[in-house]
């Protein structure tokens, strides 16, 4: 567990930052070969920007206004200090999410479709892009107060909250959760799609994710709590509840499409 990879001139390489552009590139490939052959492939390659601007300004803004705000709104200034540290995935999700409506609307795309292609792809991401969260120790599990769990290094935010205390291992759960939602979703994708209304894929990833995170958060450490819930689970209850909803709405909106072509048809 190395939380600085090397030193160049005097600049210290990160490996969250090494694996996080890792994570974006593999995450760009899966949604490349996913939306080959199809209208949405040049659109990612242009997409691409829109959605690392829109994830960066998501992620920062969630960590400070849901995960610590106590702190920030005792230091504004420290809010736009995003190189001191300080994302969430969560708002890496919503931001992208936004990106991708503002692309959209723009290019006259049917969003629905689009996000649909996306899901697998921000997946897979997610679980690598948790890979980098575990190696710098910037999140992670509460004490297990037993003789089993991770140690983090000194030198990680990690340890500087508990020191050499075995902690659970929430991290690599979510990591090994993250890569079994992909597997589903991309089973689905290549098995099912045409048959589901469009943006059911994506819903069903929104769902799962936040699904998966709020039980998860049982055993996180690092962020405050809220009468008894985290930050974390508070946004995935709403989610949950959003993609649930959003699920049912597109299952009626097909149906009643496919109604109205059933009775043009019969006319």
Wanted: with cysteine.
């Amino acid at each position: 567990m190395y939380k600085d990879l090397f030193t160049v001139f005097g600049y210290t390489v990160q490996t969250h930052a090494v694996i996080s552009i890792i994570a974006i590139i593999i995450g760009y490939g899966v949604a490349l070969g996913l939306t080959r052959k199809t209208i949405y492939y040049k659109h990612i390659q242009d997409f691409i920007f829109y959605a690392i601007i829109g994830a960066i300004i998501g992620a920062r803004l969630w960590h400070v206004f849901v995960f610590q705000w106590p702190y920030y709104s005792q230091h504004p200034l420290d809010i736009i200090a995003i190189w001191q540290g300080g994302i969430s995935i969560e708002g890496a999700i919503a931001g992208g999410i936004i990106a991708l409506i503002v692309y959209t609307y723009k290019h006259k795309l049917n969003f629905w479709e689009m996000a649909d292609y996306l899901a697998p792809a921000m997946m897979l991401g997610q679980a690598i892009g948790r890979v980098a969260c575990f190696f710098a120790g910037d999140a992670f599990g509460r004490p297990t107060h037993a003789n089993f769990g991770v140690v983090f290094p000194k030198g990680t935010v990690a340890y500087s909250y508990y020191g050499s205390q075995p902690l659970w291992p929430a991290i690599s759960w979510e990591i090994q959760g993250d890569t079994v939602i992909f597997s589903i979703l991309l089973i689905i994708f290549l098995l099912a799609r045409k048959r589901l209304p469009k943006g059911m894929i994506f819903v069903f990833y929104v769902f799962m994710y936040d699904a998966e995170r709020f039980m998860l958060e049982f055993f996180r450490g690092d962020s405050p709590r809220y009468s008894g819930l985290t930050g974390g689970q508070w946004s995935a209850i709403v989610l949950t509840v959003i993609s649930i909803i959003l699920m049912i709405y597109l299952y009626v909106r097909r149906r009643g499409s496919n109604q109205n072509k059933q009775q043009k048809a019969a006319e």
